[in-house]
């Protein structure tokens, strides 16, 4: 699994606020910090994101990693 840490301290790129996807602050996905971590140690599922999200989330990621969709 691959896991994006999540920060509600900085106002960038991959903004999601909050009541979006479950989140109960406004928070920005920090793609330039990618994890890797065991499905053992999620303890719950917070929520989903919409698909405008995803598609974000999605571009921000091949830019970061130097791809194309």
């Known amino acids: 699994m691959v896991a994006k840490p999540l ?3 900085q106002i960038r790129r991959g903004f ?3 009541g979006v996807g479950g ?3 406004n ?3 920090l793609c330039e910090q990618i994890r890797v971590i ?11 994101l919409d698909d405008i999200y995803l598609q974000e989330l999605a ?3 091949c830019t ?3 791809l194309s969709l």
């Open 64 to 66: 970061i990693l130097d």
């Open 27 to 29: 928070s920005v996905i």
């Open 7 to 9: 920060s509600s301290l």
């Open 23 to 25: 989140l109960s602050q």
């Open 38 to 48: 065991d499905k053992s140690r999620i303890i719950r599922v917070l929520g989903h």
């Open 59 to 61: 571009q921000a990621l």
């Open 16 to 18: 999601v606020p909050a």
